[in-house]
Each structure stands twice: as C-alpha cells, then as structure tokens.
Nanobody, 124 residues
Framework: QVQLVESGGGLVQAGGSLRLSCAAS????????MGWFRQAPGKEREFVAA????????YYADSVKGRFAISRDNAKITVYLQMNSLKPEDTAVYYC?????????????????WGQGTQVTVSS
C-alpha cells in the first residue's frame, strides 16, 4: 500500500510560520501529482496546493498564494508545505494526498491516497 504520513503541524501565532512534511513510503512517485488539502470544523475540505512530481509544476489556491510554497525532495520522496504569514483562518487539519498521472490538481476526485492529517492551529 501507499503510505502518506504528515508531520509538522502545531500551534503558532498569527504571522508566524510552519513547515509541513508528507513522507511517502514504499513507492516511487515520479508520475504522481501530490497535493495538500485542509478542512476546518464545519467546512468542506478545500484545496491548498499541489505539485507535479515530474517537472515540479505547482498550483495554489488564491487564499494561500504568495504565503505558502509547496516543494518536493526526490531523494527522500517527501513533499513539503512551507506556510508563512499564517492567519487564524488557516486553522484546519491539513492532509496530503497523491494521485496517479495528470489529474486535475485542485480536485479531490483525482487523488487516490490520503494521509491521516496534521492539525494546524493559528492563534490571534
């Protein structure tokens, strides 16, 4: 099975930074799209950012553009989400996901594998 494990969540003050990691175990992901999604209490899960493993094309939700950056480490098979200038509205459980091939990056439907999530809380 594909295993995705998120880490790096926690409590941070508004304006601060966190870096989330998503480690993939036991597989190669050269043809995958890797994404980050988040879900706040009472709200639907929403797209945050995505990256094509091969080529490194990136995609961002308007709400995080200019503040968040997604990247990958090919040697470690790990994708990162650098989050800067955090706001209270960024508070959510963050999930990493993986989908095969050229899927629609912002659509949850194309992702076949999901991590268990990591909590990010931004205080005012």
């Amino acid at each position: 099975q594909v295993q995705l494990v998120e880490s790096g969540g926690g409590l941070v003050q508004a304006g601060g930074s966190l870096r989330l990691s998503c480690a993939a175990s036991g597989r190669t992901f050269s043809s995958y799209t890797m994404g980050w999604f988040r879900q706040a209490p009472g709200k639907e899960r929403e797209f945050v950012a995505a990256i094509r493993w091969s080529g490194g094309n990136t995609y961002y939700a308007d709400s995080v553009k200019g503040r968040f950056a997604i990247s990958r480490d090919n040697a470690k098979i790990t994708v990162y989400l650098q989050m800067n200038s955090l706001k209270p509205e960024d508070t959510a459980v963050y999930y990493c996901a993986a989908g095969r091939g050229l899927i629609i990056a912002a659509s949850q439907r194309g992702y076949d594998y999901w991590g268990q999530g990591t909590q990010v809380t931004v205080s005012s």
